[in-house]
């Protein structure tokens, strides 16, 4: 999903904290179990040359794109010699690429840790994350940097199977939540890979939308429509537990 998101990407990433939810509480505060987020100044710590230096290719792809990195702009940002980076890398493409699976293995990590106990929460954090009014501007620039990125797999196999590999992470760990709902009759029975698929679907969209344009006027009611489709097509009423 994001999914880099979603998506997203580094060599010395650590976890931050997610929105709590309760469920049925549209965002309000409830100990839950989170959802991996990512706090995006990270790399003040890296454990070795190679993270320093996928450090240094984060911060040169923030501030100069993707047209404007070079091997060159990266030895500046690591105040190191080119060579050391040829060394370890063969050009600017597989320093991004392990930037790009660095990042992946850690949401690997992240979301296979510990079952999940209130789905609906769980589902609704999701959401809550990626439809916030407010976001920050690190988190901004994160997110556009990945979606450039993500641009490149639409001429490049080698970003084309990395991001169809990220996707189906993200697609899985929805999937999990919310088959654990239906499991213990928190949401109705429902195809859980086709409403991933959905949720994964117009999450993308909106950040596409929101990286692109001007204004998100918009993003409340795409927002309120997303739980509505959730309310009538997945979660579990006291109605149906009387036709059951």
């Known amino acids: 999903m994001v999914s880099d998101a979603v998506l997203s990407l580094d060599a010395t990433l650590r976890s931050g904290r997610g929105v709590e939810t309760r469920p049925g509480t549209g965002g309000r505060t409830g100990a839950v179990q989170r959802w991996p987020t990512v706090t995006i100044d990270v790399f003040d710590d ?10 240094a290719t984060y911060h040169s792809l923030r501030d100069h794109g993707y047209a404007g ?3 060159q702009t990266i030895g500046e940002k690591l105040d190191r010699s080119p060579s050391l980076i040829y ?16 990042l992946l293995e850690y949401f690997q990590d992240e979301l296979g840790q510990g079952s999940v106990d209130e789905p609906r929460a769980r589902l609704e954090e999701l959401l809550e994350w990626w439809f916030a009014m407010d ?14 990125l ?17 996707d189906r992470l993200f697609s899985e760990s929805i999937t999990a939540v919310l088959q654990a709902g239906i499991d213990d ?3 109705r029975e429902c195809d859980p890979e086709a409403v991933a698929e959905t949720l994964q679907t117009t999450v993308l969209g909106t950040v596409l939308r929101r990286s692109s344009t001007e204004g998100d006027d918009w ?10 489709y959730l309310r009538t ?12």
Do not use: M
């Open 87 to 102: 060394h370890h890398y063969e050009d600017k493409d597989a320093l991004v690429l392990a930037c790009l699976e660095y």
């Open 150 to 166: 993500r641009s490149q797999a639409v001429h490049d196999p080698a970003y084309r199977e990395h991001f169809t590999r990220s």
């Open 69 to 71: 990195l070079t091997i």
């Open 219 to 228: 993003l409340g009611g795409v927002h309120d429509e997303l739980n509505n």
């Open 135 to 148: 976001q920050e501007e690190e988190w901004g620039a994160f997110v556009t940097t990945i979606l450039e």
């Open 233 to 244: 097509r997945v979660y579990a009423t006291e109605n149906d537990s009387v036709r059951e």
């Open 46 to 55: 890296p454990a070795d040359t190679r993270e320093e230096i996928l450090a």
């Open 185 to 187: 009759g928190a949401f």
